[in-house]
């Protein structure tokens, strides 16, 4: 699915921005970092150059301190502070500054995506205008590249924290407590983000990903996720899908089209179009999704869905349903 | 010397009972994430106190979750999520019996609260077995046995952040209190 | 509403501690805010408590009139008549000589399940319906002590029970062409003859699995058995079908929600409303396939109206109760509807609360009268509505005359006429995580099943309703077949001034109550009035009563053995006398503290109605019994 034209998973990181809330925050680490290093190396330069001059003094047999050292240290004391405040003003109007960049939404009528937070996982749901245009997905989001999305953010039971570092800064998700933000990806790719509120057990196997991508693609995208699921045509998959139904699964998933409708776990609609299973932690193959629905314990212990003890053929039947839901 | 072995002494004994007070507390806030094999299921469950002919020993599963925290907390969570509340409330009943008092149509022991999930019920009780996983039942019945102030009460949470009578719902029960044998005039309910 | 003083009537500190402490300052300028009269809303809603003098018309000024069959002493359905006016022609008993009303003689049904169900009497035979297991008795009224007949057992699946949300009730049977024809909880229409009680024919019309329950009592138009199902709190989607009263035979099918050509829309349906105008709109105002388990059942009242072969109801809420989990509309439920009785084809409909946040069903009945207005006579019905609103609408065309608050309300502040739109107040929309308290009218509604009756001799609507409101907590719901789909806790407790129940008299033409009795606990029994001018209901600790007609004196009541949510009816005996008769038997969802046995230790049992009821248990007992009363 990667094209030319698109970055690789390239490196999670604040410092390679893709879009203008992360460059500003870019701008002001880098900023932040010049300012530092520059008052370190004088600090430390002052440090050493108070040590070598009393050195050389003593060396030179006179007290290490001077005589005048009394109003130099008044002046020392009065050079530090002003300083300390003048840098202080410089990153408080910086701040302020990228903090109006960063707040309204440039533009009339977003794309708008509510972003529930769960352990551990990312319920994605896209609104629209119309009720029925509105579909649910989980741990992958969908942008198209240019345009500003603005984000519902919401939480079913702790604190967790949205943060794709290339794209923005972290932004928390409060249960009980609705906050949005919205970015802008300026560049095609895949981008990956991660929890950054200590949620429990697996808070450090909470990602998600977001795919950048051109509007054509965006909106093909969208068409497909709206649909309900495929329908099985072969007899393996019809009976996946049975076990599916009559089984465990539909006590926790849903799959529109079909009368599993729990919101417990994620929506596996289109299970098979994602990237990753189990927000990020596996790549969505045949062998990592029999691993996981048989005993996701041992990949995520404590993750909410439990053990599955499936015979074999029933479990391939299974795989082959749910590699269905494209 | 003497103060100097009076203050070791001390610090010697509040240094155990922290020890023993914080190890005692392990088994109850164990988290076992994969049980295997699954936890036993029971055999031979008895619904009834009759037996004809001289009575055998009834054997009573062991329910492993009996009084661990985790599971309870567990146990509370998927009763939400199963839709155990929309027919039990959050033990006080409405489509289905309170679980709260001491009034059991199908048995109150572990093994007989477990059946009762498993197989379901004439009256109405669906039958989760093939939906719901054995460790999951028996986090299911710990929490039961809970509402009812039957396990222990250092397993219970604190607190729970819902719409209560009182804070935190498995803590509604004081062992204390009478559990609704004698149910007091309605002018002197909470 | 600061009005009603803090919240959960707990009251401030004493008067003293109150001119002392700043807590006790600001509670007494709230006080004396709403003294000079901020709260107009209140004055209008609640009615009079003073009845005006019994010399005086009930209701001033041109009276309303309504269709009535001839009285033949029969009740042959248990809305006694198409236009559901309940009024008994009967004169024998009046305002004057009720009160040497004595039992005549009784009957146990042996269920002590909620009975909100009507005798039936027909051919001098009655016949009752009982809660789960629905056991159909008939009572021979010629011999003295109507010893019974027959009996006729439907053996529905006791699993059913399970799934019924509110009590396993049944609100009766209905008489016709010789045949009895009734629901049975298990999704079962059954007829049964009425002379030998041989079963007839059979269908079955829904699964418990999908959390399908049946509970009302069908109405039988021409050749058509015309039921509906519950189950709004199971994610069960809602239709009305039609049975050939002749086999059995299902003729048609009317979902509540889904696609144009299912819910039998078509060139015929022209809403009043643009709000309700539109293609498919019973899938466009849900999310992706959420109508499917949407709700809109119909598990209330049937009215029609043979000049125009229109059959009205109303649909049920939507699923789940969380409203945040089914954005939009959700059409097309909580609405009246009115269809064609032959093929049932949709002539309007309109939604009375869009998106419902409560679980303000709509299925209350709607009194088909005609009413003098503005000059012309309007062909109208009447419906007190669960959200707090009693709608006068033209039923030709789903015109909204007036929809005027019969109760407190703080979830709307109008329904603008002009558009048909309900005017939430957002801060009363139910959240997940937090708790949003002083809801009025609590879920049960400014009213819910319990029919009205009209009487075309004083002009006044006799509507039994409650006085609830509540605290609601949003929850996340998961669909699950067959097991409840709610999402919300909620907990209910006594309106503006603490008497839960009352009986009020409302002026259908005026738009306001004429008067109106305060009962303690919930009025969830029927009314019946007669032109002898007497109101009869009961109430739910037992006590059946009698009250006069035209003002709202009590003139007589009695105890019977447990709380009464049955509809009265009152019919003329072989003997030539006019005879009352009731269930006695508490439950329903008021009463299920009783009826189940529930611990109100848990304040969200019974959907919350525990916690309003926990002093039900001191008050009665289950029941089951048939009080048939007359004058000596």
């Known amino acids: 699915m990667l094209q030319d034209g698109l970055r690789g998973a390239l490196n999670q990181s604040a410092l390679e921005p893709a879009g203008p809330q992360a460059a500003k925050v870019t701008h002001l680490w880098w900023f932040a970092l010049a300012i530092a290093t520059t008052v370190y190396l004088l600090t430390m330069g002052a440090l050493w150059w108070a040590a070598h001059r009393a050195r050389q003094r003593e060396l030179r047999g006179e007290a290490a301190v001077g005589p005048e050292a009394e109003q130099g240290m008044t002046r020392g004391v009065t050079y530090s502070i002003a300083a300390t405040i003048v840098i202080l003003l410089i990153f408080l109007v910086t701040d302020l500054s990228v903090g109006r960049t960063l707040s309204p939404v440039p533009s009339k009528h977003p794309l708008t995506i509510e972003l529930t937070g769960h352990q551990w996982w990312w319920e994605v749901t896209y609104a629209d205008t119309s009720p029925h245009g509105r579909f649910t997905t989980a741990n992958e989001i969908h942008v198209p590249v240019g345009e500003p999305v603005l984000f519902v953010l919401q939480a079913q039971d702790v604190i967790h924290s949205f943060w794709v570092p290339n794209l923005a800064g972290k932004k928390d998700l409060i249960p009980g407590y609705t906050q949005s933000m919205w970015f802008q990806a300026d560049t095609a790719g895949l981008y990956r983000g991660q929890c950054a509120e200590f949620c429990g057990l697996q808070h450090a196997k909470m990602a998600l990903h977001v795919v950048a991508e051109s509007k054509a693609d965006y909106q093909r995208w969208v068409d497909q996720q709206r649909g309900t699921a495929a329908i099985p045509t072969d007899s393996a998959a019809r ?51 029999g691993g996981w629905v048989v005993d996701p314990q041992r990949i995520k212990p404590g993750v909410r869905m439990p053990p599955n003890m499936l015979k074999p053929q029933d479990l391939d039947a299974l795989l082959t349903y749910l590699q269905s839901l494209k | 010397m003497r103060r100097l072995s009076t203050v070791r002494a001390v610090s010697f004994a509040v240094a155990s009972f922290l020890f023993a007070t914080s190890v005692a507390g392990c088994r109850r806030e164990e988290r076992r994430f994969r049980e295997s094999p699954p936890s036993a299921t029971p055999t031979t469950v008895r619904v009834s106190a009759l037996q004809p002919g001289t009575m055998q020993d009834t054997t009573h599963a062991r329910n492993p979750y009996e009084n661990n925290a985790y599971a309870q907390s567990e146990g509370q969570r998927l009763f939400g999520w199963y839709n155990c509340a929309g027919c039990h409330a959050n033990g006080g009943g409405g489509m289905g019996p309170p679980l709260m008092d001491d009034q059991w149509i199908y048995g109150s022991s572990p093994e007989n609260i477990y059946t009762t999930i498993i197989q379901g019920r004439p009256n109405g009780m669906p039958s989760f077995a093939g939906k719901i996983p054995t460790t999951q039942v028996w986090q299911l019945v710990t929490y039961v046995r809970s509402l009812s102030a039957q396990n222990s009460t250092g397993a219970r949470s604190s607190r729970t952040d819902h719409m209560m009578m009182y804070p935190g719902s498995s803590s509604l029960q004081d062992p204390e209190k009478p559990k609704n044998s004698f149910r007091p005039p309605a002018s002197e309910m909470p | 509403m600061a009005c009603a003083g803090p919240p959960n009537g707990r009251r401030p500190a004493s008067g003293v501690d109150a001119a002392i402490s700043l807590k006790g300052r600001v509670w007494l300028a709230a006080a004396l805010l709403c003294a000079a009269g901020a709260c107009t809303r209140e004055q209008k809603a609640e009615p009079a408590r003073v009845p005006a003098s019994p010399a005086l018309p009930a209701a001033a000024g041109p009276r309303a009139s309504v269709a009535l069959d001839a009285e033949d002493g029969q009740w042959t359905m248990p809305a006694k008549s198409y236009s559901a006016a309940r009024y008994s022609q009967l004169g024998e008993i009046t305002a004057d000589n009720v009160k040497n ?355 075309p001799r004083t002009g006044l609507v006799y509507i039994p309703h409650q006085n609830l409101c509540e605290d609601e907590e949003g929850l996340e719901a998961n669909y699950i077949s067959g097991t409840p789909y709610v999402g919300m806790n909620v907990r209910m407790y006594a309106g503006p001034g603490g008497m839960r129940g009352r009986l009020t008299a409302w002026d259908p033409i005026a738009g306001r109550a004429a008067w109106a009795i305060e009962e303690s606990f919930p009025v969830w029994s029927g009314t019946v009035v007669t032109a002898g001018d007497v109101v009869f209901y009961g109430t739910m600790d037992g006590w059946f009563k009698a009250v006069d007609a035209r003002n709202g004196h009590p003139l007589w009541q009695y105890k019977t053995g447990s709380g009464i949510i049955g509809q009265p009816v009152t019919y003329r005996g072989p003997d030539g006398k006019q005879y009352v008769a009731v269930m006695s038997g508490v439950g329903g969802w008021a009463g299920a503290i009783v009826a189940g046995n529930l611990d109100p230790r848990d304040s969200t049992a019974a959907l919350g109605f525990a916690a309003a009821m926990k002093d039900l248990p001191d008050a009665t007992q289950k029941g089951g019994t048939l009080y048939v009363f007359s004058l000596p």
Request: hydrophobic share 35%.
């Open chain 3, 101 to 455: 009303l004595r039992p005549a003689w009784t009957f146990s049904t042996s269920v002590l399940r909620g009975h909100e169900e009507p005798p039936i009497i027909v051919n001098n035979t009655m016949y009752i319906l009982t809660p789960f297991p629905n056991i159909l008795y008939a009572l021979d009224l010629t011999k003295q002590g109507a010893p019974k007949k027959w009996q006729y057992e439907p053996k529905p699946q006791s699993e059913a029970q399970g799934v019924a949300c509110c009590d396993v009730v049944n609100r009766g049977p209905s008489y016709a062409d010789g045949k009895i024809v009734f629901n049975t909880l298990d999704n079962n229409v059954v007829a049964v003859d009425a002379a030998t009680g041989k079963e007839l024919w059979k269908t079955r019309v829904g699964d418990i699995n999908t959390g399908e329950t049946m509970t009302m009592a069908p109405l039988v138009v021409k050749n058509k058995v015309l039921v509906g199902n519950s189950g709004g709190e199971m994610g069960v989607r809602g239709w009305l079908k039609a049975l050939d009263l002749a086999s059995g035979k299902v003729l048609w099918t009317a979902y509540s929600t889904g696609p144009d050509d299912e819910m039998l829309i078509g060139s015929r349906f022209k809403p009043f409303y643009p709000k309700d105008q539109g293609k498919n709109l019973g899938v466009t105002t849900w999310q992706g396939e959420q109508w499917k388990i949407g709700g809109g059942t119909v598990w209330g009242w049937l009215s029609y109206d043979p000049q125009s072969n229109l059959v009205f109801y109303g649909t049920a809420n939507p699923g789940p109760w969380n409203p945040d989990q089914r954005p939009g509309d959700n059409k097309f439920t909580s609405s009246l509807v009115a269809r064609d009785a032959d093929n049932g084809e949709a002539v309007w409909a309109f939604q009375m609360s869009p998106h419902d946040m409560h679980d303000y069903d709509g299925v209350n009945e709607s009194i088909l009268l005609d009413v003098p207005w503005k000059g012309q006579t309007r062909h109208a019905l009447i419906h007190p509505d669960r959200n707090g609103y009693v709608y006068l609408m033209d039923r030709t065309n789903g015109e909204v005359l007036y929809a005027e608050p019969f109760v407190h309300i703080t979830t709307s502040r109008r329904v603008n006429v002009s558009n048909g739109s309900l005017e939430y107040v957002p801060e009363k929309k139910p959240r997940v995580g937090e708790v949003v308290r002083d809801i009025c009218p609590a879920s049960p509604g400014g009213k819910d099943w319990q029919p009205s009756s009209f009487s």
């Open chain 1, 239 to 289: 009976r996946g899908r049975e076990i599916f139904l009559t089984g465990t699964c539909a006590m926790c998933h849903s799959i529109e089209g079909t009368s599993a409708g729990s919101h417990a776990g994620p929506d596996l609609t289109h299970l098979a179009s994602r990237r990753t299973i189990a927000a990020g932690t596996l790549p969505n193959t045949r062998g990592a999704l």
